[in-house]
Every structure is written in C-alpha cells, then in structure tokens.
C-alpha cells in the first residue's frame, strides 16, 4: 500500500505529463508542427543586420558596454 505523500506525488507527476499533450506521431497536426518548427527557427543572429540599420543603435550598445566596463575597472582599481 501506498503512503498518501506517496500517492500525491505520484498523482502530481502524472499531472504535469498530461497538462501537455502533444499529438501523435504521423497526423496532420504533428507534421503541421514539426514543419513549423524547422522552418521557423530564429535566433539572435538574424536581427543583426537590422539592428545595425536602426540609427547606430548597435554601436551606441557597443559604446555604452565598453564605458560600463571601464567604469568598473576604475571603481575596483583593475588595470588602472
């Protein structure tokens, strides 16, 4: 027999797998999905050259990083 925070684990476990279901293998709505996700793949990559467009936005980020660096080496003496 069981102990009850035994079972309550166990019945929680089993809620969290079927909170999500996913379709299965072979119909339309997984090969709809498996489609969709190999093709709309996005990384930080392809924002970069529309990032570089914007106005000098890119460079401004670029140049704010390097005085906030140089601000914390000054603040703790770090090849001053």
Do not use: W
């Not at 379709?23 to 999905?33: I, M």
């Amino acid at each position: 027999m069981l102990s009850t925070s035994t079972l309550a684990a166990f019945l929680a476990a089993i809620s969290l797998v079927a909170a999500h279901p996913h379709p299965a293998l072979g119909t339309p709505e997984f090969v709809k999905r498996a489609e969709f996700q190999n093709v709309a793949r996005r990384s930080l990559g392809d924002c970069q050259n529309i990032l570089r467009k914007r106005g000098g936005l890119y460079e401004r980020a670029v140049k704010r990083r390097e005085a906030q660096a140089e601000n914390l080496r000054r603040s703790l003496g770090v090849g001053v």
